[in-house]
């Protein structure tokens, strides 16, 4: 349930809000919109039946949320959130590109790319220190020596620094380098690692389950915004289907319908979709188009020695070919669309 306040509603006609409905016993969640602010009523509202919230200073009207991720609908937050990382911003607009290698493998190839990454405009840098592996005899990640290889390629070029977290045990060292966590597929759905990552105060990008629905990608995301993080970015990496040409099936058919579910970031990882380089460039082209807020591709400077996904690592020609190729595209806007969609709505061209 949601009050939606009246535009010009005064600070204190919205705080007196707040108290009567936590005097009734509920939390509140508070979205500032340009005009109008929304007060969202966490948690079971059978006893506020009858009650006069109509009535509380300042509202001007009661709806009620029916999709069961109420933090993240855009029916609680009718607009745009805009994630700003180091002055870097998610959302609303602002495209962001993150770049770099799958998996940190030295500190001179970590600089390079970060360096590669920035110089073709790339807005963030991504490597993974602690890496979710198929087969327990592969490459696990460096680890914390990892995040110092990360941290130190920062320094050089100021990017900020991406990367994932995959055990509650890494957290402190994850947060300690990490300006932006990652949650990849395979934990999508562990929900003890999601309400810890939702008492930090860092962005997170959630990445879509293997086999996820929309839904379900939502409701992760809502045990992350549930314990107060509200910065979260979704991640669409693919699908396993019966396609085999392909590692994931990339559905950019998602990109505008989750904008419509929504209010939080989309970005695509045609990474992790492709899983073949020559295909990689052409996804992340086509998420873009569709809309999506932007992209985290992977990138190395010697693929065939990376020690993870180098079949999928763009070299750095291919890295700025593909940057050359999105600053000329104008891609789909999804809330324009909405607007000039209204106005037909009346239209009916008889043809005699």
Request: hydrophobic content about 40%; charged content about 25%.
């Amino acid at each position: 349930m949601v009050l939606v306040m009246k535009v010009g509603a005064s600070e204190e006609e919205i705080q007196k809000t707040i108290n009567q409905i936590k005097k009734w016993g509920h939390d509140v969640s508070i979205a500032p919109g340009e005009k109008q602010v929304v007060i969202g009523i966490i948690g079971d509202k059978t006893d506020l039946l009858g009650r006069p919230l109509s009535t509380l200073p300042g509202v001007a009207k009661v709806l009620e949320v029916s999709a069961p991720y109420k933090r993240a609908s855009r029916e609680f937050h009718p607009e745009d959130t805009i994630i700003e990382v180091d002055g870097v911003k998610i959302g609303g607009g602002h495209k962001v590109v993150i770049a770099g290698p799958c998996s940190v493998d030295n500190v001179e190839n970590v600089v390079y790319l970060a360096k590669v990454a920035k110089a073709n405009g790339a807005h963030m840098l991504r490597g993974g220190a602690y890496k979710p592996r198929t087969s327990p005899y592969t490459f696990q990640g460096h680890g914390v020596e990892g995040l110092k290889m990360l941290l130190e390629a920062k320094k050089e070029t100021g990017l900020p620094i991406v990367t994932e977290l995959m055990s509650i045990k890494d957290i402190d060292d994850v947060y300690k380098y990490a300006d932006v966590i990652q949650i990849g597929a395979r934990n999508m759905q562990n929900f003890p690692l999601l309400k810890e990552i939702g008492k930090l105060d860092k962005p997170v990008i959630l990445k879509n389950g293997i086999c996820s629905t929309v839904k379900e990608h939502l409701m992760s995301a809502e045990y992350i915004m549930s314990e107060g993080n509200d910065k979260v970015i979704l991640c669409l990496r693919g699908t396993r289907t019966y396609e085999p040409s392909v590692r994931n099936t990339l559905d950019v058919t998602l990109i505008p319908i989750m904008q419509k579910m929504t209010h939080l970031p989309i970005i695509v990882d045609p990474s992790h979709a492709a899983g073949k380089r020559e295909f990689v460039s052409a996804l992340a082209y086509a998420g873009m188009a569709a809309g999506a807020d932007g992209l985290i591709v992977e990138m190395h400077n010697c693929p065939k020695e990376a020690l993870s996904d180098g079949d999928q690592a763009l070299l750095p020609r291919d890295f700025e070919y593909l940057m050359k190729k999105l600053k000329e595209l104008k891609p789909w806007n999804q809330k324009e669309w909405w607007e000039f969609d209204k106005q037909k709505e009346t239209d009916c061209i008889k043809v005699k």
